[in-house]
């Protein structure tokens, strides 16, 4: 009789906690958006991002976002610096996540073209990697995150970075 | 209450972005010649010296600009700040221990994702648009410790030959530290305009001996006085350092020359 009981408590128990788990990754807030200061733009960008939820305590966070470095050329002319970082993210934990991932940013820079120096613009691919803590309420509101993000620039420069970022979950 | 606030904002803006009246009296015809310093300055997203940071700096209005200028082992002479090309780029080595060839495809490595490029003057030259409208300061940096003859007359006539072949005479002011330097340039072409670079006291005896043009000071260590002495000798001043709008005012207000600014919209806004 005793371990029937202590049996029953445990399934009760752990029935509970798995209630619990799903209903972790089953975010009510799977969009967020939010100003990152320094990280994969380099000196800051807006993003948007899509939570997907997991099992458990795990979710994949799907990443797009825009910076610049200026909006007009060298010649003075509105000719923006374009700067889209996009990553895909494993997050794990309920409210305070760990987060791990990689991604690339797709650039198109205005310089001057080395043999006529006109305007010219110059698309490059670069590639990132992220390890990093947020806070991100499953019921939405402040979104908080820190991260190291290295770029490999270009494929070819390993430059250590990282990124705060702020923004509201919905 | 709220709108006590939104006044005091307002007019705190309006008072930091008044522009000034000013009763200018020098040498350069009671004018003050604006120089972006090394194009749009220390601070700006393009390195110095870049194409883009000097041609960004003369669409937006300024007369100007400093520009620092070193030469290659092979005599080529580029427009690079500092003595070790590791400091800002994918290259390495003093730029006076490289050939031009060696080092024409080194681009700076800040900001990332960027790919500006390190600039012959010749390019430059060749390249910038209008340059018989604007002023240029070429910073002479002789880190080269060699002090022969041999060396001196490559480098007097390097810039000669850049000068000349892009009929710059009058738009070129060269900014020199050496005195070895200063003086086999003048023996060679007294017609250039030349400042040496140096403390106040020891720039006014050299440039008065050497029948110079001017002196380059930084401008926090130069007073209102000292740039009236000067003046009175019949020697120009132009500044540099003035990486604040409160040091482009001083500047102003102590009536030099010509100021190489680092904040360069500012002083524009200043003195159109």
């Known amino acids: ?170 | 209450m709220k709108n006590t606030i939104g006044l005091i904002v307002l007019l705190f803006l309006f008072s930091t972005c008044q522009k000034k009246d000013f009763d200018i009296v020098n040498l350069n015809g009671n004018k003050i010649t604006i120089l972006g310093h090394g194009g749009m300055g220390i601070a700006n997203r393009y390195p110095l010296n870049t194409f883009e940071s000097i041609q960004n700096c003369l669409s937006i209005g300024a007369d100007g600009t400093e520009i620092d200028v070193q030469m290659t082992k092979d005599g080529v002479l580029i427009a690079f700040h500092s003595e070790s090309l590791d400091d800002k780029t994918d290259a390495s080595g003093k730029v006076y221990t490289q050939t031009w060839n060696a080092i024409e495809d080194a681009r700076y490595v800040d900001p990332i994702y960027s790919n500006y490029r390190i600039l012959s003057l010749d390019e430059l030259f060749s390249n910038l648009s209008n340059i018989g409208e604007h002023t240029f300061f070429l910073d002479c940096k002789n880190f080269d410790p060699d002090t022969s003859l041999t060396y001196l007359n490559a480098f007097s006539n390097a810039l000669i030959q850049l000068i000349d072949k892009h009929q710059l005479v009058n738009n070129i002011y060269i900014e020199l530290k050496r005195r070895d330097v200063i003086e086999n340039l003048k023996n060679k072409r007294p017609d250039l305009n030349i400042f040496v670079y140096t403390s106040f006291d020891i720039g006014l005896a050299i440039a008065d001996e050497l029948a110079l043009q001017g002196i380059v000071v930084a401008v926090d260590k130069i007073s209102t006085e000292e740039v009236a002495t000067a003046h009175a000798s019949g020697i120009m001043v132009a500044v540099f350092n003035a990486h604040s709008q409160s040091r482009n005012i001083a500047a102003i207000e102590k009536n030099v020359d010509f100021v190489q600014t680092d904040k360069l919209r500012h002083l524009i806004k200043m003195l159109n």
């Open chain 1, 1 to 170: 009789m005793k371990y029937i009981f202590i049996f029953i408590v445990v399934l009760i128990s752990s029935l509970n906690n798995q209630a619990i788990s799903q209903s972790d990754s089953t975010n009510t807030a799977r969009n967020a958006v939010y100003l990152e200061a320094g990280g994969l733009a380099t000196y800051g960008s807006i993003n948007y991002e899509r939570l997907l939820p997991l099992k458990n305590k795990w979710n994949l966070a799907l990443r797009i976002g825009f910076g610049s470095y200026r909006l007009k050329d060298f010649n003075d002319q509105f000719n923006p610096d374009l700067i889209i970082p996009i990553a895909i993210y494993g997050l794990y934990g309920k409210q305070h996540k760990v987060e791990f991932g990689f991604g690339q940013a797709i650039t198109n820079i205005v310089r001057a073209n080395p043999s006529n120096f006109q305007v010219e613009r110059e698309s490059k691919l670069s590639a990132n990697f992220t390890i990093g803590y947020r806070y991100q309420n499953v019921a939405g509101g402040l979104f908080i995150r820190i991260a190291y993000s290295p770029i490999i620039e270009f494929y070819k420069n390993y430059r250590h970075w990282g990124g705060v970022s702020v923004g509201y979950g919905f």
